[in-house]
């Protein structure tokens, strides 16, 4: 699968990075709704392969975590199985921003992985006018996405260890680096071709679940339903390290 897959959350990560780092636990993978290491991985079933994310569709979320909400509209400009541009604009309590975001990604194996990211970010801010912070994340190695070979029911993946680096920059400002060392990345197809219905519209889904593990072991685990007809993410659920659901982002449109 390309790697726009991601795109669906990124600006509003970006916004919450401090928020999560804030808030890592220490993993408590029993109590996940989707890691049961006691129990066999099922035989590998249904498959589904991804296309590309037609130029021009539109898709717009709302994301809702305990400290509020926010709602965004993401526009594909191109797509390509390593390179992915979007626009976006972003709509939350404290204003609006319009992003512009570049994904590059490479194969590694049989996986598809993503090793950086640049958002830059216009706010529109009184009397001083507009302001453009500028976003890149590495990751060195890359960080494993998803298999490029098929999503298979049961298909599992995992990569590590991985240094994220995350570099801020607005004129006028110091810039900040922040630097995060992912162990372990692993994901698994939990269903293929589940159809769900999100905000009154049926989509039919592959279903995967994610989680990444920090150095101070702190999982970050979510699950993500992705449109096989559209090529994104229609709905996605986040979870804390104890499995409590702390953020839902669902698709409201797409066009």
Not at 176 to 188: F, M, P, S, V
Not at 210 to 225: D, K, R, V, Y
Request: with cysteine; proline share 7%.
């Amino acid at each position: 699968m390309p790697i726009r897959r991601l795109l669906t959350l990124c600006v509003f990560t970006l916004l919450c990075v401090a928020s999560v780092q804030a808030q890592r636990q220490r993993a408590v993978r029993s109590g996940l709704p989707f890691f049961t290491p006691q129990q066999p991985p099922p035989q590998t079933g249904p498959c589904h392969t991804f296309g590309l994310v037609r130029p021009g569709l539109k898709a717009s979320y709302l994301s809702v975590t305990p400290d509020g909400s926010a709602t965004y509209t993401i526009t594909w400009i191109s797509d390509q199985p390593t390179r992915t541009e979007t626009t976006q604009q972003v709509q939350t309590p404290q204003g609006t921003g319009n992003a512009v975001t570049v994904v590059d990604g490479e194969i590694v194996g049989n996986l598809r992985a993503m090793k950086h990211i640049n958002v830059k970010t216009t706010i529109a801010v009184p009397i001083l006018g507009s302001i453009t912070t500028t976003v890149d994340i590495d990751f060195v190695p890359s960080l494993a996405l998803g298999p490029q070979d098929g999503w298979c029911v049961g298909k599992t993946w995992s990569v590590g260890p991985t240094m994220q680096t995350i570099t801020s920059s607005t004129p006028g400002l110091p810039v900040q680096i922040i630097h995060n060392n992912i162990e372990l990345a692993e994901g698994k197809v939990l269903a293929v071709n589940e159809k769900i219905t999100v905000n009154g519209v049926e989509y039919n889904t592959v279903k995967y679940a994610s989680w990444a593990m920090g150095a101070n072991n702190a999982l970050q685990p979510s699950i993500t339903w992705t449109s096989t007809e559209h090529n994104v993410v229609v709905r996605q659920e986040a979870y804390d390290s104890v499995g409590n659901l702390v953020t839902t982002t669902t698709a409201t449109h797409i066009e």
